[in-house]
Each structure stands twice: as C-alpha cells, then as structure tokens.
C-alpha cells in the first residue's frame, strides 16, 4: 500500500513539475517523508539516506585522478537519488568501477562467467579491492554483497555465505539485498533457524521490498519453516544439495561427509519405519487373536462352559411331600416334559444332578 502510496505521489510530483505547480512539490515531499518514518518505526532497519551515500560516493570519485570517466559519473551520481535497494546498489559499483581499475576489473569478471573455476580469479579480484587504501571501507562492503550476490545467482552458496558473514545490515548501501541472499544461502544449506530469523527481518520492511524479493521470501518461509531433522524432507534436500555440489565438481571431504550424513539418515529411517510396521503388525495380531476369542466364546454351547465340579451321591433326607401332588403319581409323558421344562436352560451336570434328585424321589415315594 505505502508503495503505491509512494508511486502516486511521485506521479502527482510529475503532473505538478509539468502543469507548473512547483509549489506542491513540498507537501508531497513531506507526505513521502512521514510514510518512511512511519515503516522505519515498525521495523528494526532502515533504508539508508540516497543522499548521504552519493555524497560519499562523491567524495570517493574526488579522491580519484582527475579524468572524463571520473567526470562522467559524478555527473550520473544524481540519477541514483530516486533508486533504492538492488538498483541503487548496482549504480554505487557500475559508477566506482568508471573511475576505479580495481573495482572495475572484479566488476568485468562478475560480468562474464562465474563459476567454481572461475572463482579463483573472482576471489583475487575482490582481495585485489579489500587491499586497496584508496577505496573507503564502506564501498568495500558494498563490493564484498555485490560479489556475494553474483554467487548466489550462480548457486555458489557456502562461498556467497562465507562473505556475507562478513558483513552486517549497517555496512551495507542496500540491507534488501544482503538480508534476501543471506537467507537463500541459509535456505539452500537447510540452516532452518539461521534461515528464518533472516527472512523475518527482511520482511519487516515488506511493503517496500522488490515484488521479486518480497514474493521469494514468503515462498522460502513457508518451504522451510515445516523442516524436521531427520524427515524424509531433509533427506532429499541433502541428496540435491550433494548433488549440486558434485555438479560444481566438488568432490571433497565435506561432499563425502554430506553423504555419509544421508546414509546414516536413511538408515535411521528405515530403522523408525521397520519399528512401526512391526508395532502395527503385532497391534493387528493381538486384535485379531482377541476377536478370535469373542467369537470363541461367542460360539460355545453353555455346556461347555467350565464351571465349579459339583461333587456328591445326591442322596436326600426323605421329605413328605404330601400324597395329592406326589411326583411318583404323575404319569411318565408330564413327568419327563416337567423334568426338561426346569432343567432346559441348565448345564448338562446340573440337569444329571436333578434327574437323578427326582428319580430317586419317584423312588421313595413308591
């Protein structure tokens, strides 16, 4: 929002400078003002001063022999003080490097092809600028994230890292740029919490970052953020790492220990992935032993349940049971029919008990 904010405003300053209302121009330069100082209050870096960096710039190209490439770019110094970020940091070594043969020979060579073998040359290059007294050191720095970005454009990650380590965000004429290569050289190294904290700062300033950096970010955040040690996902992302590395030639003891670490992963989780499918399969097993059970019992006839053993002759003290309802007068048929009625529902020694009680009862009666 506050960029488009920005931009209708430049527009409106446009409109004005041509219809002849300079004297809006103010107004809108103090709206411009008061939206930075409100980003620069939510957030916990700023954007530098264009002004202040072309006065050093200038200052530097003074410092310089006097001569019409050194002229030229003091004269096109002016045209960085409506850039930010990358596009600033680009004319800073574009303009140095007019009036500088140092940074100009690194400038040339990041031009052409960048590479693992040309990286020697490209590392002499830069010392070639570092050693050099007569450039300031806050242009050394500059130089130092403009290499580092040429690196990681070209997938050099640890050597772009090792330099931006280097640095900080207050050296630097451009913190969008050194905050976003830092964190995709974290992110392609899997330094997932290196990683995070650097993307959480570059995206304090959101709304005022490049949509190419701004939508890069948010995509790496939400890439890494879920990573876990030992997953499957850091697995793969160390085997495309290793393969990167191995594409760069690099064949060193660092690859080998890479992949060495992916072997001892996998096995690891192998090792995790065999536990559960055994702790699944005897899960399964007690389920089905235990549903073999229920059905078991389920299915048994009530005989067969196991019981107390009932011991003894069944012999009784006779009882006069009276003669008009004497069991040894029913006949045989309603006898037996009784005999089942009370002892149907009742296990077979239960049932031998009772008809040997009343057999014996018929017995006495008679």
Known sequence: MARQVRWILRAFCSFALTSGGTAMIG?????????????????????????????????????????KEVS??????????????????????RLSAEGDTSIRKMSDLLSTEVSAETMPDIESALSSVLANGGIPDWLKSDCQLWV???????????????????????????????????????????????????????????IDLPTRYAITARLMEADI?????????????????????????RTGKMVRDKQQAIIDKLDKSIDQIEQQMQQQQQQQKQKKQQQQKQNQDQSKPQDQVPTEEVKGPGEIDSKDIGNSASWGNLPPA?????????????????????????????????
């Not at 530098?48 to 710039?57: G, Q, T, V, Y």
């Not at 096109?76 to 800073?92: D, P, Y």
Request: proline share 3%.
């Open 27 to 67: 107004n809108v330069a103090e709206q411009a003002a008061a939206s930075d100082n409100v980003l620069q209050k939510a957030s916990t870096w700023n954007w530098p001063e264009n002004s202040a960096i072309i006065a050093r710039l200038n200052t530097f190209l003074d410092s310089l022999p006097p001569g």
């Open 72 to 93: 030229d770019a003091k004269l096109k110094s002016s045209e960085l003080s409506a850039i930010r970020g990358v596009g600033l940091l680009e004319g800073i070594i």
């Open 148 to 206: 580092s970005r040429c690196l990681v454009q070209n997938a050099l990650y640890d050597e772009a890292l090792n330099k931006l380590q280097l640095l900080s965000i207050e050296t630097v004429s451009d913190p969008s740029t050194y905050l976003f290569n830092l964190a995709v050289c974290q992110h392609h190294l899997l330094q997932r919490d290196e990683c995070v904290l650097s993307l959480g700062k570059l995206l304090e300033r959101e």
């Open 225 to 249: 953020k879920p990573l876990k040690e030992d997953s499957l996902d850091e697995i793969s992302r160390l085997m495309n790492d290793v393969e990167r590395r191995l594409a760069l030639g």
């Open 334 to 366: 309603q006898r037996q029919e009784a005999l089942q009625n009370m002892t149907k529902d009742l296990p077979s020694h239960y049932r031998e008990v009772i008809e040997a009680y009343f057999k014996r009862l018929s017995t006495t009666n008679k």
